[in-house]
């Protein structure tokens, strides 16, 4: 079984042991089909790698790479290579990216229960957000691939914010059952990822409040303008709202 890792620096790991794939342009293929929880098309694939070749000579390219790829795998059932699509077994490997990919359902999440199905979730959620290590494919060498680094550009920030919404759920729900704590460390994780969101701000500023952590609750507060004045923002009127609670001790979050 694979287990393969795109969030911050990729690792490949085969029975729980690393492995090297030595050519970097097959590393490449690998991770981009890895980073789709679907077939990628291999029109597509291949202009990522050869966007001045002519199709023809791009799409034999790609099946010479395809076929070095699968010989350097402990288990080259891994890839699923057909006429017009290349992707990955999803039975033969474990992804944090899917895992993410997976989370990232619309749920509903309510206020205090204990609704075995909303655990589930619940538990499926924190699972999901501890598998991020940093953005996609951190620290990766892409040069020499302009397609390909535009790509993984445009992925990053869409991922981050799948992350950023999970963390925000967990933060809603633990807030709702009064679970102070597990809701200040998913919210501080948040801001790990986007120092410079303002509702989260929020929300850590009326948690520290509402557990009796004033002193920090107004610490935040600085810290919120600080991170907003780095992009020349104000707090809004909510945020001000909050802090000036804060102050006076007047925050009580509806569970």
Same mark, same amino acid.
Request: glycine fraction near 4%; charge should be negative.
């Given at each position: 079984m694979y287990t393969i890792n795109l969030f911050g620096p990729p690792e490949i790991l085969w029975q729980g042991q690393p *492995?090297? *794939?030595i050519r970097r342009q097959q590393r490449l293929i690998l991770y981009c089909l890895v980073a789709s929880p679907q077939p990628v098309a291999r029109q597509f694939l291949a202009h990522l790698f050869w966007p001045k070749e002519p199709d023809w000579r791009a799409q034999r390219l790609l099946t010479r790479q395809l076929s070095a790829l699968r010989a350097s795998l402990p288990d080259s059932r891994l890839l699923l290579v057909s006429q017009d699509y290349v992707g990955i077994d999803? %039975? &033969?490997a474990n992804v944090d990216l899917w895992q993410i990919d997976a989370a990232s359902q619309p #749920? %509903?999440?309510p206020g205090p229960t204990n609704s075995s199905n909303l655990l589930e979730t619940i538990s499926q959620i924190e699972a999901a957000v501890t598998s991020y290590r940093g953005p996609l494919l951190s620290g990766v060498d892409l040069a020499? #691939?302009?397609e390909l680094e535009l790509w993984v550009s445009g992925q990053q920030p869409k991922w981050e914010q799948r992350i950023l919404?999970?963390? +925000? $759920? &967990?933060?809603?729900y633990f807030m709702g $059952?009064?679970?102070w704590h597990c809701a200040i =460390? #998913? =919210?501080r994780n948040a801001l790990e990822i986007d120092q410079a969101n303002e509702a989260i701000h929020r929300k850590?500023? +009326?948690l520290y409040a509402a557990s009796d952590q004033r002193t920090a609750a107004l610490r935040q507060y600085e810290h919120c303008l600080t991170a907003l004045a780095a992009l020349d923002l104000q707090p809004s009127p909510a945020t001000d709202r909050a802090f000036e609670e804060a102050c006076k001790g007047l925050v009580k979050i509806t569970q």
């Open positions: *492995i090297r *794939i999803p %039975n &033969l #749920y %509903n999440l020499g #691939y302009p919404s999970l963390l +925000e $759920q &967990l933060v809603d $059952q009064a679970h =460390a #998913y =919210a850590l500023i +009326e």
